[in-house]
């Protein structure tokens, strides 16, 4: 819904653009470039981030399900890790090899 309402503002955008201002066609070509170069970036963007937030939370999901994670080739697990959630991190529990090890979420297969 918010790509929808993205693309009337910036049709809104280009009707202005093209009754409202005495500008020349290359200029107006040049700010109507420029505009769809910023929100195509601005979708690329919230795409990506989107996906890897859902990779994120999948790796936790696991991991809550007691399963092992792969994180940069460490084995990650609920026996050795406990998770903080309000950064997303495993941090090695006491007693345990890993102990004081962190490692993020985000880098986690």
Same mark, same amino acid.
């Given at each position: 819904?918010?790509?929808?309402?993205?693309?009337?503002?910036?049709?809104?955008?280009?009707?202005? %653009?093209?009754?409202? $201002?005495?500008?020349?066609?290359?200029?107006?070509?040049?700010?109507?470039?420029?505009?769809? $170069?910023?929100?195509?970036?601005? &979708?690329?963007?919230?795409?990506?981030?989107?996906?890897?937030?859902?990779?994120?939370? =999948?790796?936790?999901?696991?991991? =809550?399900?007691?399963?092992?994670?792969?994180?940069?080739?460490?084995?990650? =697990?609920?026996? =050795?890790?406990? %998770?903080? &959630?309000?950064?997303? $991190?495993?941090?090695?529990?006491?007693?345990?090899?890993?102990?004081?090890?962190?490692?993020?979420?985000? $880098?986690?297969?």
């Amino acid at each position: 819904m918010a790509y929808i309402a993205g693309l009337v503002i910036v049709g809104f955008f280009f009707f202005a %653009l093209h009754y409202f $201002t005495e500008l020349t066609r290359h200029q107006k070509t040049l700010v109507t470039a420029i505009v769809l $170069t910023i929100v195509l970036s601005a &979708i690329a963007f919230n795409t990506y981030t989107s996906t890897q937030r859902e990779n994120m939370m =999948n790796v936790v999901m696991k991991f =809550n399900q007691h399963k092992t994670i792969s994180c940069n080739g460490v084995a990650v =697990n609920d026996k =050795n890790y406990s %998770l903080s &959630i309000g950064t997303y $991190t495993f941090i090695g529990k006491e007693n345990t090899p890993n102990y004081g090890q962190m490692i993020s979420a985000s $880098t986690c297969e």
